[in-house]
């Protein structure tokens, strides 16, 4: 199913979306991790190719495509280790322009979302490309069948917003703070404003991420939001030497959580 089915599937029975976020060769059994973690409750799963150069990323998503990088991972080897995972949620890739751009050389971007498709993939973020310079990129992932998700930032005025959502599919990124991934104590006010305002612009589901960082956070932010991205407190569970397990135990929370919170609303008068 797409990730539009999916979500759409899941906002009318209440339910919001939880993507959690596995970096590609973080650990040994990566890919049995993205398949713990669908099992574990999740949505669909966000898998980041592991680059040099993170910019949006901060201390702890660094550390994972670090880590990943040393052992010897590589995005195009990496993502061919997803060929033949059959997953009842979809896949999401987030990565940056320069891989987006020379994972199949001869071919650029186009190479780049067909080499998705075929690896099953249904979705892909590249948030350092420009929207002003991403038509080619979003013509030629639609042809391939895979959603290229925009990401909106508080800092966008209400006019950039409504054209990232216009030109996002499968869903609207909702960026919950001007800064870097990271853990925070507390939600960031922004993080309802600018879900707000965006599920005002758009029919597509508004997930938030950006340092969503505990499950209290998490039902907070899909009050306003269709649901949530989880990365880096996640990460930080593997980064702190703990086992792939604790990571989908940790998922396991953040679905409870978020069901428990959908079913108290439905039952409120």
């Keep these: 199913m797409s990730i539009a089915g999916v979500a759409e599937h899941l906002r009318a029975a209440g339910r919001p979306l939880l993507v959690p976020y596995v970096m590609a060769g973080v650990v040994p059994d990566w890919v049995e991790l993205v398949r713990d973690v669908a099992a574990a409750g999740a949505d669909a799963v966000e898998v980041g190719l592991p680059f040099s150069d993170p910019m949006l ?64 993939v249904r979705g892909v973020i590249v948030p350092d490309l420009p929207l002003e310079e991403s038509a080619e990129y979003r013509a030629r992932a639609a042809a391939a069948g895979v959603d290229a998700v925009l990401l909106a930032a508080p800092s966008c005025d209400d006019d950039r917003c409504r054209e990232i959502a216009r030109a996002s599919a499968g869903f609207v990124y909702c960026m919950s703070s001007m800064r870097v991934t990271g853990e925070r104590d507390d939600l960031a006010a922004s993080a309802v404003t600018n879900a707000r305002r965006l599920r005002g612009m758009t029919d597509l589901p508004v997930i938030t991420g950006f340092g969503i960082s505990t499950p209290a956070q998490a039902v907070r932010a899909c009050e306003d939001a269709d649901g949530v991205v989880v990365a880096s407190a996640l990460v930080r569970l593997l980064a702190d030497g703990g086992p792939a397990g604790a990571v989908v135990e940790a998922v396991a929370g953040f679905r409870a959580a978020l069901s428990s919170a959908s079913q108290r609303s439905e039952g409120a008068p």
């Design 57 to 120: 990323d901060g201390p702890t998503v660094q550390w994972a495509a670090a880590r990943a990088l040393e052992r010897g991972g590589r995005p195009r080897a990496l993502l061919d280790e997803l060929a033949g995972l059959d997953l009842d949620v979809p896949l999401v890739v987030m990565t940056y322009a320069n891989v987006a751009t020379t994972l199949v050389p001869e071919h650029g971007v186009a190479g780049f979302v067909d080499h998705l498709a075929a690896v099953g």
